[in-house]
Structures are given as C-alpha cells and as structure tokens.
C-alpha cells in the first residue's frame, strides 16, 4: 500500500513556510504529517494530508510548484530498536531508501515511519514477505482521528 | 500588376516590399540622394547638427558620395536628452503630427517627432516587415505591444492595417484577456516582447490552453535581445514560427531591420536607414561582416533626421545575399548591447549570454534575473533562476543537481563562476514590456 506525498519547493528565508500551511489550513485540510528537508539555499516541504488532490490544487493554484510523490508508511513497535529491525530487513534485501521520517501514532506503543524508496513496489513486497505491511491512507487518517 | 498580384490570395508578395529587391547599384543611388538630402535638412534646420558639421570644417556639399558619411560627426542618446524636448526638430510644429518618448531609466525620457510623411514611411516599413514575415491580408494580428508614448504598438499597429491585416489593439497586459481573444478570435499573428510572450505562454498552460491548438501561427518579437535558444522553446512552445525585428525610437521605432522568413539575419531597410558598422572604441567604419557597433543614418526623415546614431548594440552586416531574394543587406540578430553589458571582475558578460546557457539544461522557459552585489571589494553575481514542476522533485539531491547543471552551464559561457539561487514560481517580476534582467547592487 503506498501513500501520496506532496512537496513544495520553499526559498529558505525567513517565513517562507508559513504561507503554503495557511493556504492549507484556509482550505480546511489537516495534515497528517511533515517534514521539512532544508539546505543553505532552499527547503523542500514533505507533506501527509488527508486529501491530497484537493491539497495539491489549492497549493497549484497559490502559485507552488508541486511534486506528488508515492511514499510507504508502515508503523513499528515504539520502543528502542523498533526502526532498527525495518532498517535491517531493508537492509538486507539491498532495498535504497531516499529518505525517511517517523512520528508517533494514534495507537498507544506505536510509531509511524514514513519510507521514499526508489522503488516502493520492490520495496511494499520486501517489506510484506517479512510480515510488515505498509498502512493504507485510512489507517493514517485513523491515527487523525 | 503589383497589386493584381497582391490581391491574389496566392500571392505572397505585398507591392510595398518592392524596395527590398532593388538592384544593388539603383540602392545605392537612393541611398546617395537621400543621403545629401537629409544632410542638407539637418544643417539648414538643427543647430546642434550644424554646429558639429561648421566644427569639422563641412558643408552639406561635402557629401559627395556615399563612403563620405564616414566624415560627418555622430550622434549619441545624450545628445537627444541635452535636447530635450524639441532640440532637434527640423519641422515646425504646424507640420509636426505625432510625439513619442522613450523612458529614459535615469532623468528625462527622449521625445521623437514625425511629419505625416514620416508616419507615411514608418507604416511602409512595418508593412516591409509584416510581408517579410510572412503575413498577408486575411491573417488577424493582436497587438500587445504597448500603446503609447512607447513606439512599438502605434508603429505595429499602421504597418498592419496598411498591409491590410486585422489589427487587435490590444496593447500589452491583462493576460488572461489576452489568451482569451488569442482563442476566441482565431488570432493568426501577434506581436509582443519575447520575454511578455514567454509569460503568456506560462500563464494559457495554468489555464489549461495550449496555443499549439488555436490558429496562432506567427509571433513577432521585438524591442529586447533574445537568444536563439529562447526562439526554439517559443516556437515549440506555442506551435508558431518566431521572428525577430528590430528598432528604435531614436530612429523610428520598430521598422528599422526584419527577418525573412528564412530567419538567418535582419533585413535592414537601407533605402530609409542606412547602416554602418563601427569599432566602437576607435569609431572608425569597419567592412561588411565584422563586427562592431551599429550606427543608423534616417535617410528620408523630415521632423527629427538623426545622423549616424550610435545605437549601443553590436552586431555585424552580413555581406552574403539571402535565400528569400531581397537584395537589402542584413544584419545579424543583436545579441547583446554594449549598454547591457555587464563587466564582472574585469570581464565582460551580456544577459544573453546568461539566458542561453540556462535554456542548454532541461527544463522550461526560464524566468531569471542577476543581481549583482560587490562583497569586500569583489563583485559578485547570483544568478536567481525560478524552478519549474519540470525540474522540481521531492529529493534535496535532485534539486542540488539542477542547481549545480544550471551554475555549471553559465560558467562553461562566461567563464566566471556565479551563485546559483533557485527561488519559488512568480518570484521575480513579470514584465509586461522590456524585461527587466539586471539588478545593480553594487553602488548601494
């Protein structure tokens, strides 16, 4: 199961994030999650929403460049070594990982990580043969709720 | 006959166009006649012109033949301000029909003066040019050249209706309508900036119409360099093909010089401006086909004659005759203006040449801009290109590849490395005329 992400591309200075947030928050989307990869120059905005077409619309028409990106969310124990035992699957089945980010579910003992793999299928099917199945889009929304 | 075969639907030749295949040695007699002419004109009628010519020990006599003009004093565009605004006025006002003015960037614009027997010969070679590119009557023009003070939309907007094409005042601005009447009225030409038309381009993909659909099947683009890395990504862009003109207020207004449809220089048209080429340190009159900076001569003026005016763009006289026929020499496209020239750390670098190594790297029509600040003493250049959905991805180390092609692209032009700053869609300012590239920092 594979999930939409939205990027945007963000000059790094100050206040630059603001705007694509509020454009979001007018438009009534939550966002389920983020994160914000930065260099000296520029920033890149990852963002989970709900909806993510009408997301990526009010985004397009506030004049942002969007990128949509298929990402894997799979959720671990959220103990120590919780990450370590996917890394290590991965690891060994030589499956690159681009980036990732993780946060804390709604589900008491839980993590959430969120995977961009080059390939997310190769990736899915890895992950699955070793009984760790990727979240659809309804139990993030779940973790929302 | 002439007309007979203009008014043949077939026909592709305007009677106005007949000065462009003159033979050479009866060019030459035109050019000589008018040439004493207007000499004699500007002596009688402005002091600043006499003034120069007493100084130098001339008369209008001493204008025996053609290669004479080298002798008569130039004329620069301080000498139009110093004037201003009706110095050089060889007409009374009674015969005087039209003004336009060219903002200045600094201080007081120029003012430009025609008689209706100016206005008479402006609309001729527009209409010289629209033929050149191809247009005939029946195609419909939207003009978005600027209605005004500035030259461009009145000068399109005679030549087109002369050449008896329907013309679309549309003037520059108000995009969305543009693309509206674009589609709505089956517009088969139009003229523009190529950086106002780069944006309407821009703008009809976010309204979700491509302009390789509609009827639109010639652009004409003036009053800025571009390159011709620009013209491809116009003409694949908009489905048309792409010509380039060229002129000036000072002198006319556009008019001056036009390509032909086998768009491989401009056709000057020497019968009314004539052309010399200059070194532009030295001043003297190189030979056809180097190099240097263009200097005009009005042949048939009568309110403002201007006499070898140095125009700041470097170009050079291609002496080789062109595949369309026309016997009026060209020049080839200006590339660069010795005014845009931008001089980093001793070296001498045009916006254009910037533009063209930005559009080697794939992508889209670049919106850019160089901003040029002075940092202990050194000058540097941060080069601000927009990133487009094309380029854009999720990856830090994607975007940190565009950034170091781009960068890399420059430097194999210029030689000079430069900081590349990619920033948000719309972030630097549409124009609606002449763009502007450059910001100078370096006096602040």
Redo the contacts between chains.
């Keep these: 199961m594979k999930l939409q992400?939205l990027?945007l591309?963000?000059?790094n200075r100050p206040g630059?994030l603001d705007a694509p947030l509020e454009a979001i928050a007018a438009a009534g989307i939550n966002i389920l999650t983020l994160s914000l990869?930065d260099?000296a120059?520029?920033g890149?905005l990852?963002l989970i929403v709900r909806d993510w077409d009408k997301a990526k619309q009010v985004l397009e028409n506030g004049?942002?460049?969007?990128?949509l990106?298929e990402v894997v969310a799979v959720d671990v124990e959220d103990k120590p070594g919780g990450l370590a035992a996917v890394l290590k699957v991965l690891d060994q089945a030589g499956v690159n990982i681009?980036?990732m980010y993780a946060f804390s579910s709604y589900r008491p003992g839980k993590a959430i990580l969120i995977f961009?793999f080059e390939d997310p299928d190769h990736a899915v099917k890895v992950l699955l043969d070793q009984n760790i199945r990727a979240l659809d889009s309804d139990e993030l929304i779940h973790a929302d709720a | 006959m002439l007309n007979a075969l203009w008014n043949d639907d077939a026909g592709g030749f305007h009677p106005a166009s007949a000065p462009d295949f003159l033979p050479d040695t009866r060019l030459r007699e035109v050019q000589l006649r008018r040439l004493r002419a207007v000499v004699a004109r500007a002596y009688e009628r402005v002091e600043l012109f006499r003034t120069r010519m007493q100084e130098r020990q001339l008369t209008p006599d001493s204008i025996q033949g053609l290669g004479d003009i080298a002798r008569l004093p130039f004329m620069v565009k301080t000498d139009l301000r110093d004037t201003y605004p009706f110095g050089l006025f060889a007409s009374p006002m009674s015969d005087i029909v039209r003004l336009h003015a060219s903002s200045g960037t600094t201080g007081k614009p120029i003012v430009v003066a025609y008689t209706q027997e100016d206005l008479n010969v402006w609309a001729e070679v527009m209409t010289r040019t629209f033929a050149s590119c191809g247009l005939h009557r029946g195609d419909i023009l939207q003009n978005a050249f600027g209605y005004g003070l500035f030259t461009g939309g009145l000068g399109a907007h005679y030549g087109a209706e002369t050449l008896g094409a329907t013309v679309i005042p549309i003037s520059g601005g108000n995009t969305d309508r543009q693309i509206m009447v674009m589609r709505d009225f089956g517009v088969t030409a139009l003229c523009a900036t190529p950086s106002y038309f780069t944006y309407l381009v821009e703008r009809a993909a976010e309204l979700d119409a491509d302009l390789r659909d509609m009827p639109l099947k010639v652009g004409i683009f003036g009053a800025e360099p571009w390159s011709d890395a620009m013209r491809t990504r116009i003409e694949e862009a908009a489905g048309i093909k792409a010509y380039d003109i060229y002129g000036l207020s000072e002198i006319i207004g556009p008019g001056v010089a036009s390509e032909c449809e086998a768009q491989s220089g401009l056709h000057v048209f020497e019968d009314h401006f004539y052309p010399e080429i200059i070194d532009p340190d030295s001043g003297e009159v190189l030979p056809d086909g180097e190099e240097g900076e263009l200097v005009i001569t009005t042949l048939s003026k009568k309110a403002m004659p201007v006499i070898r005016y140095r125009t700041r763009d470097i170009t050079r006289i291609i002496p080789e005759p062109c595949a369309c026929g026309r016997s009026i020499r060209r020049i080839r496209r200006i590339g660069r203006r010795s005014d845009d020239m931008i001089i980093l750390r001793g070296v001498n670098v045009y916006p254009s040449q910037i533009e063209a190594a930005l559009l080697t790297v794939e992508g889209t029509l670049p919106h850019y801009q160089i901003i040029l600040t002075r940092d202990q003493g050194l000058d540097q250049m941060t080069v601000e290109v927009e990133?487009?959905?094309e380029v854009?991805?999720?990856?830090?180390?994607v975007?940190?590849q565009v950034?170091a092609r781009l960068a890399q692209a420059i430097e194999r032009i210029i030689g000079i490395r430069v900081t590349l700053?990619?920033?948000?869609?719309?972030?630097i300012e549409r124009s609606q005329g002449k763009a502007k590239r450059v910001i100078d920092r370096r006096g602040d």
Excluded: C, H, K
Aim: hydrophobic content about 35%; charged content about 30%; aromatic content about 12%.
């Design positions: 992400q990027s591309f963000l000059e630059r990869a260099t120059q520029f890149i990852r004049g942002w460049v969007v990128n990106t681009e980036y961009r | 990133i487009t959905p854009f991805s999720d990856e830090v180390r975007m940190e950034r700053s990619l920033v948000e869609p719309r972030s």
